[in-house]
């Protein structure tokens, strides 16, 4: 059973700065892609970036140039750097891991923005 577990999220004021992280339970090389979604209340889970075997990164455009995913293979961990965070990046955040049809989901942490 693969098990993703993310962690670091919390409250910060906009501007500032967040660092998720999602442990995998099995070799994060065993999946094509690694990915951080997020879901806002009342909104649908939305893409926000990805992480493919080959080190290959995708954003979504409205965090292009603030948020860096990467990954530690020795760890079997995949952060996201949150830099400039606004208050429309507030949601929960998923871990998610897949290979071919098969995936995989975290149980989220919540990231808030203060007001």
């Known amino acids: 059973q693969v098990r993703l577990v993310e962690s670091g999220g919390g409250l910060v004021q906009p501007g500032g700065s967040l660092k998720l992280s999602c442990i995998v339970s099995?070799?994060?090389?065993?999946?094509?892609?690694i990915m951080w979604h997020r879901q806002a209340p009342g909104k649908e889970r939305d893409f926000v970036a990805a992480i493919n075997v080959n080190g290959r990164t995708n954003y979504t455009d409205s965090v292009k140039g603030r948020f860096t995913i990467s990954r530690d293979s020795a760890k079997n961990t995949v952060y996201l750097q949150m830099d400039s965070l606004k208050p429309e990046d507030a949601a929960v955040y998923y871990c998610?891991?897949?290979?071919?049809?098969?995936?995989?989901w975290g149980q989220g942490t919540q990231v808030t923005l203060s007001l």
């Open positions: 099995e070799n994060i090389f065993d999946f094509n892609n």
């Open positions: 998610n891991a897949n290979i071919f049809a098969r995936q995989y």
